[in-house]
Nanobody, 124 residues
Framework: QVQVAESGGALVQPGGSLKLTCAAS????????FIWWRQAPGEDREDRKL???????????IYVDPGQGRFAISKDSTENTVYLNMNNLKPEDTAIYYC??????????????WGQGTQVTVSS
């Protein structure tokens, strides 16, 4: 079982920046992906949108405004903590941000673990 916890959500003005942290308990899986999702106000769980992902091999995928450079994902040397840097925030970025850790066993079977989410509100 992998415990996942997000932190760093806050109220920020449009144009501001935030850094979210996803900390996972230690795990022994050598293959994994950290994925950030967000759920906007009024949306159901099924409507969660992909934000960014980083794999154990270091592959990064940005799903929100790709190419604009507003969002960046990175991990620290422990491999158990991932960061989501968000710049030039817009009101439409307001959402609960969730961290999902997908781990793969020796047979490539996937298990998903989720945190409780952290609220990001962009408003003046």
């Amino acid at each position: 079982q992998v415990q996942v916890a997000e932190s760093g959500g806050a109220l920020v003005q449009p144009g501001g920046s935030l850094k979210l942290t996803c900390a996972a308990s230690e795990f022994t899986f050598s293959a994994y992906t950290f994925i950030w999702w967000r759920q906007a106000p009024g949306e159901d769980r099924e409507d969660r949108k992909l934000v960014a992902a980083i794999s154990s091999g270091g592959r990064v995928t940005i799903y929100v405004d790709p190419g604009q450079g507003r969002f960046a994902i990175s991990k620290d040397s422990t491999e158990n903590t991932v960061y989501l840097n968000m710049n030039n925030l817009k009101p439409e970025d307001t959402a609960i941000y969730y961290c999902n850790v997908a781990v793969y066993d020796a047979r490539d079977r996937r298990s998903d673990y989720w945190g409780q989410g952290t609220q990001v509100t962009v408003s003046s």
